[in-house]
């Protein structure tokens, strides 16, 4: 059982105050011989000081609260050790909630956070957030004054401090890399729509297929929702409707795996019949049977940033207009073959 303020008044005969005012360090009117009494007796019982009540006295318990959608998707548990890396570094710990993607548990995480008495929120929100949902999880975190930054996914662009990627880029150097290499027809799972940076993948998908002069089809667009079951059945829908494509770029790497796993179960080769390209570069691309060629998102950096900012900005949580935006970059494995 953790020792207590209270048992060490006890052993020592001295008041509770006391005792709190000298393990803290404050300043108080007790003798040298009852200062090192006091903590001579505190390191005999082991004790160790309460953050948490310690941090609500101070106003803060260097403690960043990160509310992600899915720990299973392999980029936000890089994010997450990421920012428990950063964290540890400066001295600072790491409160980490998993929403699975529900929005009703973005609320719940962050009402926790808060009564736990966080620094700050990294928060990446759940995919079926809507515009709505988005900004009640932003209002409640500023009701609650704490500093936040959305890492990833937001809905709008005014809504508070973010880290993220320039997905109009990305989105535009997959499709240019396929279409590049002699690729026409290409399938794009994009993820849910009510998500920017889903909408700026696909914008940069429509730009690159206007460069390359190529028509946009609507029945090559389909919707999925960041998961590896999403893929397999966005797969069997194209499949199932008879929809022709040589390649499919998947808005991120969970969903294309999903995607090449369907397809080679319909006798579909991969590079041969079909190109893919997925995005994020998980850990797993590069082990899987063919390797994924991928947009990679610098995850680890996005992490870290994230957490150098809250721990260097807690105090304001009003105003944070922090743009922190990394530019993708093309990683080259074995789904794609040169056609040209």
Known sequence: MRTTLKQIAEETHLSVTIVSQVLNDRECRVSEKNRQLIINTARKLNYRPNKVAVGLVKGSVNTIGLAISDIRNDFFSLLAKSVEDECQRAGWNVILCNSNDKH???????????????????????????????????????????????????????????????????????????LSRGY????????????????????????????????????????????????????????????????????NDMMAIGAMKRLRENGIRIPEDIGVIGYDDIFMDSFLEVPLTTIKQPTEKMGRAAAQEIIRNHVDYKNNETRIIYKPTLVERQTVLDRT
């Open 104 to 178: 009703s548990s973005d609320l719940s995480n962050i009402k926790m956070l808060a009564d736990s008495g966080v620094s700050g929120v990294i928060f990446g929100m759940a995919s079926e957030s809507t515009a709505e949902m988005a900004q009640e999880c932003i209002n409640l975190m500023i009701q609650e004054h704490l500093p936040y930054l959305l890492v990833d996914r937001y809905i709008t662009s005014d809504t508070g401090g973010i880290v993220c990627v320039d997905h109009v880029e990305g989105g535009h150097m997959a499709t240019k890399y396929l």
């Open 184 to 251: 026409k027809k290409i399938l794009c799972i994009t993820g849910p729509n009510n998500l920017i940076d889903s909408e700026q993948r696909l914008e940069g998908y429509r730009k690159a297929l206007s460069q390359f002069h190529v028509r946009y089809h609507d029945e090559l667009v389909i919707e999925g929702k960041y998961t590896y079951e999403s893929g397999e059945e966005c797969i069997s829908r194209v499949l199932e409707d008879q929809i022709s494509f040589d390649a499919v770029f998947a808005f």
